[in-house]
Structure formats: C-alpha cells, structure tokens
C-alpha cells in the first residue's frame, strides 16, 4: 500500500492550504484514514481522522473549527481543509492508514495506522 501526500507549502498565519494523500489500495473504502503533524523536536501527533464511510470524524482541540478532513472514494484520495492556519501549526503532515477494516470509531494513536505516506511540509508565517 503506498500513501502519497501533496498540497503542502508555504502560507502566511490566516491562510489556507488543502492538503491531498492519494493511495494505491483499490480496498480505500474499507479503512479509516488519519492525518498526523509533526514540528521539529516534537512528538508525531494526531490532527484528524475519518472513518471508512466518511460518517465520522474526529479532530485535535488545537484544530477544531479550522481544519476539515474529507474523503473521496471514487478518486481514492482523502482531504485535509486546513484554514485559519497559525504559525503553531508548521509542521510536516502525513496520512496514515487504519489497521483495521471497517472500524467503528476514528483511531488516535499511531499505533492504530499500519501504512504512512511520505509526509508534506507545512510552513506557516507569521
């Protein structure tokens, strides 16, 4: 399974970027999706997930209201509408895979993603 992440860039505080994670899994629909986040120096962190039918979603309280993930089955790509952005939220972005198909809830660990992409860089001036 590989994850491609793109969209990421260079934005001043008050902007938007959306960034894009395209997979190769003809199974997209089964999973679960996640984005995680991390700075330099700092844990990888959880930002948002989606379950596989799009029904629910889940979000860190540092991007509640701002951010926006979002999936599309048919082009078997998964979205994250980041708006409102800070500076707080420079960071290196990746998508992750849920580990297991068909789950009834959006994991929030690391260790319930299986598959990660490469990781887009977003930077955030002030």
């Known amino acids: 399974v590989q994850l491609q992440a793109s969209g990421g860039g260079l934005v001043q505080a008050g902007g938007s970027l959306r960034l894009s994670c395209v997979t190769s899994?003809?199974?997209?629909?089964?999973?679960?999706m996640g984005w995680f986040r991390q700075a330099p120096g700092k844990e990888r962190e959880f930002v948002a997930g989606?379950?596989?039918?799009?029904?629910?979603?889940y979000y860190a309280d540092s991007v509640k209201g701002r951010f926006t993930i979002s999936r599309d089955n048919a082009k078997i790509t998964v979205y994250l509408q980041m708006n409102s952005l800070r500076p707080e939220d420079t960071a290196v972005y990746y998508c992750a895979r849920d580990k297991a198909v068909y789950r009834v809830d959006v994991p929030r660990v690391r260790y319930e993603y299986n598959y990660w992409g490469q990781g887009t860089q977003v930077t955030v001036s002030s």
């Open positions: 899994e003809r199974t997209f629909s089964s999973y679960g």
């Open positions: 989606i379950d596989w039918s799009g029904g629910r979603t």
